[in-house]
């Protein structure tokens, strides 16, 4: 285990890079992304305090994500090869996120992804630009404008 300080827009680990390791966050907040052929980002989650964040490849294959700070963050770095059972609760957590994410992409409308956002980031809604968000609902800055609109008015 290494702790370690970030800068905000530090990159931990980069697409294709070896050996990922895992975060967990004391303070602050990371994010993990994909860059497309285009250069356009495409947030795959969000870590704040008390998460971990870690790409999913094993621990000899190139890593399939970016991970950066989105603010000034400490961060305790762990190798993969550690016993999960310590962090297993942990892990839960993740996993249930991700898959009501990838269910909520495939069928929910973006008003229900925007409020189950909320429901599983409150501490993080004022912290990140409104486009990131947007990325990470899979929808235009445009649309999530209009979806706060609503929601406001009612």
């Known amino acids: 285990m290494k702790r370690i300080e970030l800068s905000k827009g530090q990159v931990i680990q980069r697409k294709g890079d070896l050996n990922s390791k895992v975060y967990h966050v004391e303070s602050g907040l990371l994010r993990s992304y994909s860059i497309d052929e285009k250069g356009k980002d495409h947030i795959f989650m969000f870590a704040p305090e008390g998460w971990i964040m870690a790409d999913n490849v094993s621990p000899d294959q190139p890593c399939d994500l970016f991970i950066d700070a989105l603010e000034d963050s400490i961060v305790i770095q762990k190798?993969?090869?550690?016993d999960l059972t310590h962090e297993i609760q942990k892990l839960i957590k993740r996993i249930q996120?991700?898959?009501k994410r990838v269910i909520m992409?495939?069928?929910?409308?973006a008003i229900e992804r925007y409020e189950h956002f909320i429901q599983t980031y409150p501490d993080i809604v004022q912290r990140v630009p409104q486009k990131m968000i947007a990325s990470y609902l899979g929808i235009t800055p445009q649309a999530l404008s209009t979806l706060r609109g609503e929601i406001a008015r009612k």
């Open 97 to 99: 996120v991700l898959q």
């Open 79 to 82: 190798t993969k090869d550690l």
């Open 105 to 109: 992409l495939l069928s929910a409308p």
